[in-house]
């Protein structure tokens, strides 16, 4: 037992020395998997001339007015006005920059960069939580921070420990792309197909992959997310991995990415489907949209429903899981707290909850 606590103190005590004023500290030191601003490589300026061409496309304009696509129409302005003016140099840079702009608000805990670092008290929360975080998920997977790594796309920040630069939303993607990883493993899934509906910024997606998946990952959200989405996971898997998008007919194949805009999911085949994943967004929507995503679900979803959301209600825009209205011939195999969140595990004030349905 002093062991384990005498290597907790000292993991929390070089996390927080990081945050202790010193005549070089330039709010960034410690929290920050950057120095500044970076510049753009080739790669991002081809993702760039991609992502001006698909904003442009006609799927961006069917975007629904919804909690999401408000935010993109309002906090996340200043991002997509340079998509808007077609610069793809000034694209290139924003995405290579991806996670010290505004864009990366609602998909990575704790708010935007500048945000957590309006003050000292923000910034010791943000490493609080993540500290919290990691603990936990040391339970599962060990003291491998590693296993959190980043691919070198959106200019990523977090606490760094061991040479790793680690955020609770690392340690979420992981974790909910682990139990997505074991579900295949366990159940013995041949040409896995998974659905992430509301995939943010990639996250889940990028640590199936990196943990060996070698099916097809169904990407759908709204238009401007899959953006955000579409240049992290091609920074991340260029070559390695195929892509599509709506332009394109959806197929199933191994070792491929598919973005999909959400008024496109009827292009799914009918039981195509083995896991479809939520996180975090269905709560998010209005109740008629979730109804539309669990008449899908129930015509593509052969398998297994795992969503991890909001369990009772913060604000006017949340609905809480109960209301979900899964379909009939889903059981529920399990529901408990969610795991990690800013406020993790047990903690009153989480109010997220994981649950896994089985198709009967």
């Given at each position: 037992m002093r062991d384990i606590v005498a290597k907790n103190v000292e993991k929390i005590y070089g996390c927080l020395t990081a945050l202790r004023s010193n005549e070089n500290y330039n709010y960034k030191v410690g929290i920050a998997y950057n120095k500044g601003f970076v510049s753009p490589d080739e790669v991002d300026v081809g993702i760039a001339k991609e992502i001006i061409k698909r904003y442009f496309g006609s799927a961006l304009n069917e975007e629904n007015s919804t909690f999401w696509s408000n935010i993109n129409q309002t906090t996340k302005r200043d991002?997509?006005?340079?998509f808007e003016e077609g610069n793809y140099n000034e694209v290139a840079f924003q995405v290579a920059?991806?996670?010290l702009t505004s864009a990366i608000i609602g998909f990575w805990e704790g708010s935007s960069y500048s945000n957590i670092n309006k003050s000292w008290l923000t910034r010791k929360s943000f490493v609080n939580a993540t500290i919290r975080n990691y603990l936990l998920w040391e339970t599962l997977f060990g003291d491998r921070p590693e296993l959190l790594a980043l691919p070198k796309a959106g200019n990523p920040f977090g606490v760094k420990y061991k040479n790793e630069y680690i955020s609770a939303s690392q340690i979420k993607c992981h974790y909910h792309a682990s139990i997505v990883n074991n579900l295949i493993k366990e159940f013995s899934i041949k040409n896995p197909v998974v659905l992430d509906i509301g995939g943010g910024y990639g996250g889940v997606g990028y640590f199936l992959f990196k943990q060996?998946?070698?099916?097809?990952?169904?990407d759908v959200d709204i238009p401007k997310s899959l953006l955000i989405a579409q240049y992290f996971l091609k920074k991340a898997y260029n070559e390695s991995i195929k892509f599509s998008d709506y332009t394109e007919a959806v197929k199933l194949e191994e070792n491929k990415i598919i973005l999909?805009?959400?008024?496109?999911?009827s292009k799914i085949p009918a039981s195509s489907v083995d896991i479809v994943i939520n996180t975090r967004s269905f709560s998010e929507m209005p109740p008629?949209?979730?109804?539309?995503y669990m008449h899908e679900i129930?015509?593509?979803?052969?398998k297994f429903l795992y969503h991890d959301n909001a369990n009772f209600s913060s604000h006017k825009n949340e609905t809480p899981a109960n209301d979900f209205n899964i379909p009939k011939d889903f059981k529920c195999l399990f529901r408990t707290k969610s795991m990690f969140h800013l406020d993790c595990g047990m903690n009153t004030k989480n109010r997220f909850a994981e649950f896994l349905y089985s198709r009967i």
């Open positions: 991002f997509f006005s340079s920059n991806l996670c060996g998946f070698k099916g097809t990952f169904i999909l805009p959400d008024s496109y999911i008629v949209v979730i109804d539309k129930n015509r593509v979803c052969t």
